[in-house]
């Protein structure tokens, strides 16, 4: 349950992490283009996606 999503989560983090190391800004944009292409492409639900960009944008405000 929460537990199996919690470890899956910091792997996935972590794999992304690295998969950034030595990419300089332009790759970097190249590469979340991407990978929200790929993503997206998995979610058939235009609502999912939807509230995932929400959820970034309401966290991008929060940190600003």
Avoid: C, W
Avoid at 12 to 33: E, F, T
Wanted: charged residues 30%.
């Amino acid at each position: 349950g929460e537990f199996i999503s919690m470890v899956l989560n910091d792997e996935l983090y972590s794999r992304l992490v690295n998969l950034y190391q030595d990419l300089d800004d332009q790759q970097i944009h190249k590469m979340n283009a991407r990978l929200i292409l790929l993503l997206s492409e998995k979610i058939s639900d235009p609502t999912s996606i939807k509230e995932i960009i929400d959820q970034v944008e309401t966290e991008n405000k929060k940190a600003k």
